[in-house]
Structures are given as C-alpha cells and as structure tokens.
T-cell receptor, first 112, second 115 residues
Framework: RKEVEQDPGPFNVPEGATVAFNCTYSNSASQSFFWYRQDCRKEPKLLMSVYSSGNEDGRFTAQLNRASQYISLLIRDSKLSDSATYLCVVNENSNSGYALNFGKGTSLLVTP | ETGVTQTPRHLVMGMTNKKSLKCEQHLGHNAMYWYKQSAKKPLELMFVYSLEERVENNSVPSRFSPECPNSSHLFLHLHTLQPEDSALYLC??????????????FGPGTRLLVL
C-alpha cells in the first residue's frame, strides 16, 4: 500500500497563532483527499474535504498540490479546542476503488 | 452523537477466547468498514462492505472474521487472537463506497486487549 506521510509533531502553539500542517502522498493516481480530526481517545471525525482549487471553512484552509503530491491544512486564530491529532486521508484509485489511506496524524497542542 | 455505535467499548480476552465486536449505523449508509488503530501506527483498513457484500479484504489474518447481515449491522468475530492484536477497533460507515468513501462516520471504537 502506498504511503501517506505526516510530521507527527507535536506542534505547540499559543492561542491565536496560525499553524500549518503538510502531508505528502506517494500514489499519483490518488483521487480524493480529506483532513480528519481525532481527539484523544475518541474516534476520527471528518474535518474537511480538500478540493483541487483549495477550499476554506471558517478558520481552516485546505490546499492540494497534485504536481508535488502534497496537501496542507492551515488553521488561523488557533483556539484551545483545536488541540487534537489531524489525520491526512487519501482515497486511492485501487483496483477495488475502496482504498482509504490514513497518515499517522499530526498532533497539535494549543496553549493559553 | 449516535450515528454509529459500537459494543463493547472495552474488551479483554485471552488468546483462546472467541468474541465478537458489533457495529450498528443509523445513518442509512450503504458502506461499512472495520479499521484497526494501533499506537504509533496509522489507521489500517481491514474490511469494506458495500450493500452487505465484502469488497475489500486487506490481507487480514483469518482469526478476524467479518459478518455483515444487513446494511446497518457489521460484526467482527475474533478467534485465537495474539497479543499484538491489541488495539482500538473502529467501525465506520459512508453513504457509498468508492468515490464518496472519504466521507466516513466513525463509531467510538472497541478498545481490545489480548492477554
């Protein structure tokens, strides 16, 4: 299975800071991309999809660079509640069409 | 949130035991998934069911046996597990498999310890 690589962190940032995570994927045939958020000892939850043209949802901006095969997530004006692990997810174009590939996650801690 | 539920939430079992994990989704989705999450490792997809038909089996050992009696229920039967099988087992569902598979809703997981 192809790899999805993320810097595990942790990223320690003060409230109000801007923080960015990158993720690289190795399968150039990958079809769709997502960021999930996982709180400590909880299940992952979809944060946002990543579209080719880039997309924004409030304080969160996701970007995709197909040529360089990386995805980014930018969080502006960090809140304490943003502390979590952020999972990069790539939907690959496997034979079965159902292959979801997760990164190990990037840990974010926002401090007062 | 009760979209996807899993029972039990915690399970301790010996290597010779047989147990089953249960997952139920109340979202009207057509695809269901089992994942394994171990410490320091990414989520590993184990099985995918689409409309009750298994469509993906990621080289999972036969001591894990899935069952999908209908589109709302998914089981994972466990038999003669090894200590390295200790992990968080997550169930997920999505409206469809394939292209929309990234939009998945996860259950809270079963934390399994094999002694």
């Amino acid at each position: 299975r192809k790899e999805v690589e993320q810097d595990p962190g942790p990223f320690n940032v003060p409230e109000g800071a801007t923080v960015a995570f990158n993720c690289t994927y190795s399968n150039s045939a990958s079809q769709s991309f997502f960021w999930y958020r996982q709180d400590c000892r909880k299940e992952p939850k979809l944060l946002m999809s990543v579209y080719s043209s880039g997309n924004e949802d409030g304080r969160f901006t996701a970007q995709l660079n197909r040529a360089s095969q990386y995805i980014s997530l930018l969080i502006r004006d960090s809140k304490l509640s943003d502390s979590a692990t952020y999972l990069c997810v790539v939907n690959e174009n496997s034979n079965s069409g159902y292959a979801l590939n997760f990164g190990k996650g990037t840990s974010l801690l926002v401090t007062p | 949130e009760t979209g996807v539920t899993q029972t039990p939430r915690h399970l301790v079992m010996g290597m010779t035991n047989k147990k089953s994990l249960k997952c139920e989704q109340h979202l009207g989705h057509n695809a269901m998934y089992w994942y394994k999450q171990s410490a320091k490792k990414p989520l590993e997809l184990m099985f995918v069911y689409s409309l009750e038909e298994r469509v993906e089996n990621n080289s999972v050992p036969s001591r894990f046996s899935p069952e999908c009696p209908n589109s709302s229920h998914l089981f994972l039967h466990l038999h003669t597990l090894q200590p390295e099988d200790s992990a968080l087992y997550l169930c997920a569902s999505s409206p469809e498999a394939g292209g929309l598979a990234g939009t998945q809703y996860f259950g809270p997981g079963t934390r399994l310890l094999v002694l």
